[in-house]
Each structure stands twice: as C-alpha cells, then as structure tokens.
C-alpha cells in the first residue's frame, strides 16, 4: 500500500471521530426521546463560536475553550428543553419539526447578526500544529479531537448503561408515563439529558473549531452527516454512533481519493441507502 | 386568553407587517434592486458587494468634487434626472438558483425597480436575469464570469466583468513569461467545485490551455461546501503538479489552505480564480498560511489622492475591510448603471436599455483597470481586462503582473506558511 493511500486512510478514520463526536449529542436527543433536533448543527456552531470568542478575549486555547463551550452549551439545552422542548412535545410531530428548525435558524441570524458573514479561524498551531509518525502526518487538533471522540462515546455508554441516572433517562424515553409512576420525574430527567447532549455537542464545536473555518452557517454544512451517522449507527446506541462515524469518514477519504472527490457523497449516501434497506434498525440499534 | 396566546399573536402579527416596512418610497428617487447572497455560504462576498454598493450610492447622492472627473461623484444625485437620488433596495438571494429567481420577481413587481444589478454566483445570475430578459428591465452584473451568461441571446443582460476566457488566457500568458524566466509550469493541475462557476471556469480554462498545446495534467472536481478535502490535497500531493489552479468559493479555498498545511504540501505555485481567495474574511483566516498564493484582479489601489484610493478609503472606513476585487467589480457595474440611468435621463427601462447600449466609457471614467466599458450585442463588455496579484506578506495582495501594471515581481516558489 503506498503511503498516500495509508495517510489517505488514518485522514478518514480522524475525520470519521470528528463526524461520531458531533453525532454523539443528537444520539442522545433523536435516538432516546424521539425528538428531532433541526438546531443540532447550530449547536455546534455556537460551540465553535464560544472556543472563538475564548481564545479572543483570552488568547485560550480549547483547553479552557472547550469546558467554556460545554458549560454555555449546556444551560442552552436546559433553557431550550423548558423553554420550548417542553411545549413542542405535546404537538404534533411537524411542530417538533418545525419548532427546532425555527431554533436553528434564530440561533444562526442571532449570530450573524453579531459576529457578521465574516469567516473566522483559530490559529493552525492552537492544539501543537502537526507530527510524523512513521512518515504520516498528524495534525495534532484532529488528533485530540479523536481522541475525545472516543472518551465521550465512552463516557456516555458508561452513563447509559451502568449508573442509575442512565437507567433513570432511559426509562423516561421508553414510557414517561410508567417512569412517573415508578417516582421518577420526567422533566429534570428530559432536562438532564438535554443538557448533557447540548454540552457533547458544544465539546465538539470547540474542537472541530481548532481545524475547520467558523461561519454562522456551519451548522448547515455538518449537521446532514449528523443525522447520517446517527441513523446509520442504530437509534440511541451511542457506540453505533462512533462506528458509524468512522465508517462514514473512511468511505468518504477512499471514495474521494480512488474514484474523485465529487462521487464521494454518491457512494457514501448509496452505501448508507443500501445498508438500511438490509438492516433498517442500523449497524447496533435494536429491532 | 393566557400570556403565551397573545405573544404568539403578536409574533404572527409581527411576521405579516414586517415586509410591508420597506414598501414606502420617496419622490424623486431612482429605485434600482441589488440581489446578492447575504445569507447562507456566500454571505461575506454578498455582504461585501452590498457595502461597496453602498459607498457608491454615497459617492452619487452627495457632492463629492474631490473625485475630479469621475462620472456622478460632482455634484449630488443624477444630473440628467434633475438631481434624482438613487434608491437602492438590497434582497437576499441566499445562494440559491431559485430564491435569486424569486426575489428579482419580488423586486420588479412589488418593489418596481428600474434596473436590477447582482447576483454574484453564476448560478444565480443566470435565473435571475432570465426574469429580467421576460420582464424587460435591464441586469447589469459586475461579478458573474461563467461564459453562457452572454451567450444566451438576452438583450437586457449586460456584463462589465471580463469572463472566464480572458482570465483564462491571462493565466496562459502568465504562466507562459513564468516558464521563461525559468520556473517549471508544464504540469498545470485544476481543483474546481461543481457549481455553475467551477465546472464553467474550469472547462474554460482547461479549453484554452489545450488551444495552446497545453492540456491540463490533472483536473480535480469536488462538490462545494465540504466538510473534508483531505483526499483532493493527497491526490494533489501525489502527482505533484507544478501549477495548482484553485477555482472554489470561500469556505472550501479556507479549508484547502488549511489542509495543505496540515499536511505539509506545496505546490510549488497556486493561482487562485479569484472569488474564494479574494474574500477579505479569507485573508484574514488564513492569509498567513497562503503567502505567494497568485490571483487574478482588475482592481488595484491607485496613488493617493485618485478616485481609487478615494473609494478604498471610504470603504475601508466604513467596513474595516479592504476593498476586494469581487466587491470592486460589484461596486463598477453599479457606478455603469447609474452612469447609464443618468444619460437616458428618464427611468423608462428601454432608454436605460439603449443607454446602456452606447455606454462608451474611457479607463480614467473607471475604478477598475479595465480598458473601458463598450458592451457587445451580447451584452458582454468587450474592454475588460485584468491582471495578476500575489499575497507576498500573507495581509495584503499586490499587482506582480504585467509588468507595466507590478508593483512588486513575482515571488516564487509558492512560501506557504
């Protein structure tokens, strides 16, 4: 294998753990409560915004700019979830629609509306620039992303899975109803769980921040392979979320590279067509 | 009828009044539409030519002797019209096809404009004026350079910018005085989205260097937008061609500088088709990581005192930007309008039509260094020109070719970072 088509391959597996580590929020939101958040890729848009306005007020790096992005991303979801998650819940399934993507595009004008067109970027060398392994070039930021990537999948399987709250949660998501009965409150469980999607996802704008432009429409151009990753990965499983993340980035990397960067999203979107024709629940959702 | 109800009257209340707002207009106005993206992906190109459209409106409606000879600066308004100001009333096309279309319908039968300028992408230029060729109201564009734009048999489509072909050429000629003053320029590479501009510019270019016996090595086509171009600069990297010609919009020429630093590649020259790597919010992201990136202009600052240093002043001082060569061209084509609108002396669109039609304007009349403006039947303006730029200093680019026209040489090879 020629080196180009190995650096073309680990490119693909560290794009694909950014594609998983900004699923992860929505795997949690659209796979477990069943709400379709439209305003997800402003979500990270905002994240990348705050890592910005930290490292300009602060010459910060993501070290404090990610936590910073994980705390106003935060309150944003519980705000969002009283706010109007709350109300829309009880209408319709277009007005859940409608009313996140109504969120999405206040977000994006407030945005625009303060920080103007312009496009803005962080430093190359914020995260530590780039290294060679074995002649393979790393870029340290993608590199750090990955690896957070991993950490938050991580983390949120574990909380799922193995504490009382991640019961607690789940146990809403499959009948509110029974839950309340069983003495557990709805609405700070809904709450809890908003908060900690929005705050992934902020994690990941702030990181995504340190390699790729910011914009107020960013959220446009990431947030169709979020809701790609996360149908592909199964609904709620958040592990299925990051293989399918990596799968996603790999395919697109090869594709783009062997057979030309403009049939890339045809493969990808024609694999992905294929694979939920055989297998609808998606790589580790439950039929 | 409880808190929420009313809020929520009144929201939709709010909604229904609110484009009503900019209906009113004033006597003795000569009301002109400008559709530009001040949205979505090519909002900062939009947003930009909307401020350069701004200060010429300030240049036309106010005195403003110090521009000497500069046609419409002297005194305030339109002199043919009686002193008439013009009215500009902006839409927003959102770099959509569809939405150019429909606010150009938008700004004829409701706003009742005289004359239309804009869109900025190819793409969208071609929808709209196409409902300005059914309406008959006249679409000067200043910034559109894909070549089927003129070719469609329009009579009230008119363009001040050169096209495709005459950039393309200027990049032949370019690269052909590079080769001889010995740097390696055989192996020319193509990177291009797939947009009405990209595949446009790109078979254009890719057609004249072919003419001239140089066929272009590799052509690289990716969709626009992307969230990754890793494999494009890998590609890149692999055949190792000796010119990369980059032909991409803002938010992908970023993330191409960008990549090609993380993965320490340089080619050993680039030339950008402007657009993308003329947006001042470009230079300002990643300008330090492309010095020595080439790019063609017709718009240069002129020595202190001339009308060009003059409106880079008052753009500057107005934007905190610098001027850029696509809002410039915007900016150019709206001052031939008013031009033209002032001639006619009358708002009639067909005598702004056969205005336009003589427009016979001389390059000192001009902000950009064009040859002067003389439209074709094609409506195309047969005396564009323009030149080579360089971003040496990673902040500022400078005319580096023809040599009549450099402030500085050409610096090769491509520094980079």
């Known amino acids: 294998m020629s080196s180009i088509l190995v650096q073309v391959i680990v490119g693909g597996l560290l794009l694909g753990a950014v594609y998983a580590l900004f699923s992860s929020g929505l795997t949690l939101v659209w796979g477990m409560m069943n709400i379709l958040n439209f305003a997800h890729g402003d979500f990270v848009m905002l994240g990348m915004y705050v890592a910005f306005v930290v490292w300009t007020l602060f010459g910060a790096g993501p070290w404090a700019g990610a936590p910073m992005a994980v705390l106003v991303l935060a309150t944003l979801g519980v705000v969002v979830y009283f706010g109007l998650i709350r109300d829309i819940m009880k209408g319709p399934m277009l007005a859940q629609i409608l009313g996140t993507f109504g969120l999405a595009l206040l977000l994006r004008y407030s945005v625009f509306w303060w920080f103007g067109a312009n496009f803005l970027s962080l430093p190359e060398n914020l995260v530590g620039g780039t290294f060679d392994v074995m002649g393979l070039r790393i870029q340290a930021s993608r590199l750090l992303a990955g690896v957070v990537a991993l950490l938050v999948t991580l983390g949120l399987h574990l909380l799922l899975t193995r504490t009382s709250l991640g019961s607690k949660m789940l146990a809403v998501a499959e009948d509110s109803t029974a839950a309340q009965l069983m003495g557990i409150r709805p609405d700070s469980m809904q709450a809890i769980a908003w908060a900690i999607a929005a705050g992934a996802t902020g994690l990941a704008g702030a990181l995504i921040a340190t390699f790729f432009y910011i914009v107020p429409t960013v959220g446009e151009t990431l947030g169709i392979v979020a809701f790609v990753t996360v149908s592909l990965g199964g609904f709620g499983s958040v592990p299925g979320a990051l293989l399918a993340g990596l799968a996603i980035g790999v395919i697109e990397s090869l594709s783009a590279y062997l057979i030309g960067a403009v049939y890339k999203d045809m493969v990808v979107y024609a694999l992905f067509l294929g694979f939920l024709w055989f297998r609808p629940q998606g790589l580790l959702g439950k039929t | ?417």
Request: aromatic share 8%.
């Open chain 2, 1 to 417: 009828m409880n808190f929420k109800n009313i809020l929520g009257l009144l929201c939709a209340a709010a909604i229904s009044v609110l484009p009503a707002g900019n209906a009113f207009s004033q006597e003795k106005t000569v009301k002109i539409g400008a559709v530009f993206p001040l949205s979505g992906g090519s909002a900062s190109a939009g947003v930009h030519a909307k401020a350069a459209i701004e200060v010429a409106m300030d240049i036309i409606n106010n005195a403003h002797p110090e521009f000497g000879n500069f046609p419409l600066a002297k005194n305030a308004g339109l002199a043919g019209l009686g002193g008439a100001k013009v009215e500009v009333v902006f839409a927003d096309n959102q770099g959509s096809p569809a939405t150019g279309q429909n606010q150009t319908l938008r700004l004829i039968t409701e706003e009742k404009v005289v004359a239309i300028t804009g869109a900025y992408q190819s793409g969208v230029t071609l929808t709209a004026s196409a409902i300005a060729e059914k309406y008959g109201i006249p679409f000067v564009n200043g910034e559109s350079v894909a070549a089927n734009l003129t070719e469609r048999g329009f009579k009230w489509f008119f363009r001040v910018t050169p096209v495709a072909a005459d950039f393309a050429k200027i990049f032949y000629e370019f690269l052909a005085d590079m080769k001889a003053a010995g740097a390696k320029t055989d192996n020319v590479a193509i990177v291009h989205d797939t947009t009405e501009y990209g595949t446009s510019v790109a078979s254009v270019i890719a057609s004249v260097f072919k003419e001239r016996g140089q066929p272009i090595a590799l052509d690289i086509a990716y969709t626009s937008n992307a969230t990754d171009v890793q494999s494009q600069v890998l590609q890149l990297k692999e055949k190792k061609p000796d010119v990369a010609i980059m032909i991409t919009y803002t938010p992908d020429a970023i993330l191409y500088q960008k990549t090609m630093q993380s993965l320490d590649y340089k080619p050993p020259m680039i030339i950008a088709d402007d657009s993308g790597y003329s947006d001042p919010s470009f230079i300002k992201a990643v300008g330090k990581i492309s010095q020595g990136v080439f790019n063609r202009s017709s718009w240069s600052v002129g020595p202190p005192g001339s009308p060009t240093a003059l409106i880079a002043e008052m753009y500057k001082k107005k934007t905190g930007d610098d001027l850029d060569d696509t809002a410039a061209r915007a900016m150019q084509a709206f001052f031939v309008l008013c031009e033209a609108i002032d001639r006619a002396g009358s708002t009639e669109p067909a005598k702004i039509q056969a205005a336009l039609r003589a427009t016979d304007l001389k390059p000192d009349q001009l902000m950009m260094g064009y040859k002067g403006v003389k439209f074709d039947e094609k409506g195309q303006n047969v005396l564009a020109a323009g030149l080579i730029i360089q971003l040496q200093d990673g902040e500022n680019y400078v005319a580096v070719w023809p040599k009549a026209n450099a402030a500085k040489s050409p610096m090769l090879p491509f520094k980079g970072w």
